[in-house]
């Protein structure tokens, strides 16, 4: 089990360029999420697909796009990168927990280090 | 509105030293707690949550309803707990996310 992959790791675009984050899992998991982290911020959750062919908005959806391609795959997409965006772009998936149906434990990917010029 | 305050940004103590990190949150409802940490160069993993009342790597967090609190707590800080640690909610009708705090670094020093 890879548990959750993200390509790539290390990303340097310059301003107004596009590009797509991966995120993959194998965990048979409905629930998939994009967050960005930055330092005082902690987490923010970006965009998040609560199952196959469903998408919501998170805290800080702006700039962003999602495709929720299947089960398995969930990719974020910057059309017009700005240096707002520098941060790092976590991936996770969970599954349900405790069997009430909404206490949700998050497995993370390793992350994406995006800069912004 | 869900909300997860983590009110300390660093904390920093003696290895030995009793640990607290506090996290207090807002939820009209009966919420879900977690923690969950991250070691240097490492991805976020979960610490421990409320529902298994369990104890993880000597640490424990009890849930108080009534001050709306789940601060985590360790009677003596090891070296190795040096990690940033979030404290995580989740529950009701956005049931599909996980609301998290903006995180405490935690310093143990020798």
């Known amino acids: 089990n890879a548990g959750v992959t993200q390509t790539p790791k290390f990303q340097v675009l310059k301003t107004g360029q596009s590009m797509t984050l991966q995120c993959a899992q194998d965990?048979?998991?409905?629930?998939m999420y994009w967050y960005r982290q930055d330092p005082g911020m902690g987490l923010r959750l970006i965009y998040y697909s609560a199952s196959e062919g469903t998408t919501d908005k998170g805290e800080v959806p702006n700039g962003y796009n999602v495709s929720r391609l299947n089960k398995r795959e969930f990719s974020l997409r910057l059309e017009s990168a700005a240096p707002s965006q520098t941060s790092v772009y976590f991936c996770?998936?969970?599954?349900?927990?405790?069997?009430?149906?909404?206490?949700?434990?998050?497995?993370f990917g390793p992350g994406t280090r995006l800069t912004v010029t | 509105a869900q909300r997860v305050t983590q009110p300390e940004k660093l904390l920093s103590v003696f290895k030995g030293a009793p640990v607290e990190l506090k996290c207090n949150y807002s939820?009209?409802?009966?919420?879900?707690l977690f923690w969950y940490v991250q070691y240097s160069r490492q991805r976020l993993q979960l610490l421990l949550r409320h529902i298994s009342r369990e104890s993880i790597k000597g640490f424990t967090a009890d849930l108080n309803k009534g001050e709306t609190s789940f601060h985590l707590k360790k009677p003596f800080a090891q070296e190795e707990d040096s990690a940033m640690y979030y404290c995580a909610l989740s529950g009701g009708s956005s049931a599909s996310k996980i609301i998290f705090g903006s995180g405490t670094r935690l310093s143990i020093r020798p």
């Open positions: 939820y009209s409802g009966s919420p879900e």
């Open positions: 965990m048979n998991h409905n629930s």
């Open positions: 996770a998936s969970s599954e349900e927990v405790g069997g009430r149906g909404w206490a949700y434990e998050q497995y």
